[in-house]
């Protein structure tokens, strides 16, 4: 059973950085699609970007440039960068995985990742 626990969230003030990771146990994070998400209150979830067993991300539009998705693969955690934070980032963050075969590792919604985890708070102020 793969399981995903995030940690790293905080209170930060507008302009500054933090780094959220999700730890994974059950699989190796270098054979999953991973991505991460995220729900600001009366919003729904987006997902904000993702990397692939190559090590490739891609994101969404609002969150490119100021975000970097990494991992590593001997602690087996996925990492959210996050700098130039900005009121409009606070919401509850959450990590997913899935291994997806064949399929191309994109942006797919959260019920698509069969793994997900129960999310950290990011506080702007």
């Known amino acids: 059973q793969v399981q995903l626990v995030e940690s790293g969230g905080g209170s930060v003030q507008a302009g500054g950085s933090l780094r959220l990771s999700c730890a994974a146990s059950?699989?190796?994070?270098?054979?999953?699609?991973m991505g991460w998400f995220r729900q600001a209150p009366g919003k729904e979830r987006e997902g904000l970007g993702v990397i692939d067993t190559g090590g490739t991300s891609i994101y969404v539009g609002s969150v490119k440039g100021r975000f970097t998705i990494s991992r590593d693969n001997a602690k087996n955690t996925l990492y959210l960068e996050m700098d130039s934070l900005k009121p409009d980032d606070n919401a509850m963050y959450f990590c997913?995985?899935?291994?997806?075969?064949?399929?191309?590792?994109?942006?797919?919604?959260?019920?698509?990742?069969?793994?997900r985890g129960q999310g950290t708070q990011v506080t702007v102020s």
């Open positions: 059950g699989y190796s994070v270098a054979f999953m699609c």
């Open positions: 997913a995985a899935g291994v997806f075969g064949g399929d191309v590792c994109k942006l797919r919604t959260w019920t698509d990742f069969p793994y």
